[in-house]
């Protein structure tokens, strides 16, 4: 038509991801002190497994101490036996310096439930336990969480550029269906709709207002009067793609709302 205005181009409010890339760059500059608080802690289980090994040697080769007491000494004469006579001739050299006292060890009493751990097979698997628990401990409790941290945190990284195209994907679909909607209102816009005969009701009114019913009327006036039955409406082959297309948006806003909601670890 001479003078019409262009058509103006389907346009839509881009989705924006950067709540995604915030989080993901927040978790990037925290990532490399992850990696090396980590690797702390495995080299502090190596020297803390080292540290307990040892213990199984000092426990398997040195056992326990040994307790003594003194042995007493023999008794002495019976009180009113005769002095023994003073031998004849010189005078004796002086005696010898005293023996040492005899020692002798202090038996242990041990419970008898607890016996087993002085021998030394149960010390050697006492030591292996606690190296063990010591070591699943560190895994368990601090180098799993911390490893775990680090596997979602490059996992969100390789994810992002996946939920960005289908972004695009979901925005470009956005901005087809809007332009089919285009095309549809500037199809309807070429042909008015008719209304048939109108209702008892309609025809009522009508002729209390004193106005003859039209025999056609803009789209936006005919269904004003939806009194009266619409005829069949124009533009069924860009409404036919609209609906496609709202089909279309609608498996690309779920693919979307998926990989978004993975991307935040839901």
């Given at each position: ?20 890339r915030l ?18 802690v ?5 020297k ?19 307790a003594?007491r ?13 002095p ?18 005899r ?10 439930e ?28 601090l ?9 979602l ?53 009508q ?5 003859a ?36 948006l ?17």
């Amino acid at each position: 038509m001479p003078g019409a205005a262009p058509p103006r181009a389907a346009r839509v409010e881009p989705t924006s991801l950067d709540p995604e890339r915030l989080a993901l760059g927040e978790l990037s500059d925290l990532a490399p002190r992850v990696g090396a608080y980590s690797q702390s802690v495995r080299d502090y289980a190596a020297k803390a497994a080292g540290f307990v090994g040892e213990i199984e040697g000092f426990l398997r080769d040195v056992g326990c101490p040994t307790a003594w007491r003194p042995v007493a000494q023999a008794a002495a004469s019976p009180a009113g036996a005769a002095p023994a006579p003073a031998p004849a001739g010189p005078a004796p050299a002086a005696p010898a310096a005293a023996a040492a006292p005899r020692i002798e060890p202090i038996p242990v009493e041990v419970p008898p439930e607890y016996e087993h751990l002085l021998r030394r097979p149960a010390r050697r698997a006492a030591a292996a336990e606690a190296k063990d628990a010591l070591g699943a401990a560190l895994g368990a409790r601090l180098a799993k969480p911390l490893e775990l941290w680090v596997e979602l945190q490059a996992e969100a990284k390789a994810r992002l550029p996946e939920l960005e195209r289908l972004r695009d994907a979901h925005d470009a679909a956005r901005v087809r269906l809007e332009a089919a909607k285009m095309e549809v209102l500037a199809e309807e816009s070429k042909a008015p709709l008719t209304l048939t005969p109108g209702t008892a009701q309609q025809q009522s009114a009508q002729e209390a207002a004193g106005a003859a019913a039209p025999a056609t009327a803009p789209r936006a006036l005919a269904q004003l009067q939806a009194g009266g039955a619409l005829m069949p409406l124009p533009a069924v082959a860009q409404r036919a793609e609209m609906y496609r297309r709202e089909a279309a948006l609608t498996d690309a806003t779920l693919a979307f709302e998926l990989a978004r909601q993975k991307a935040r670890g839901f």
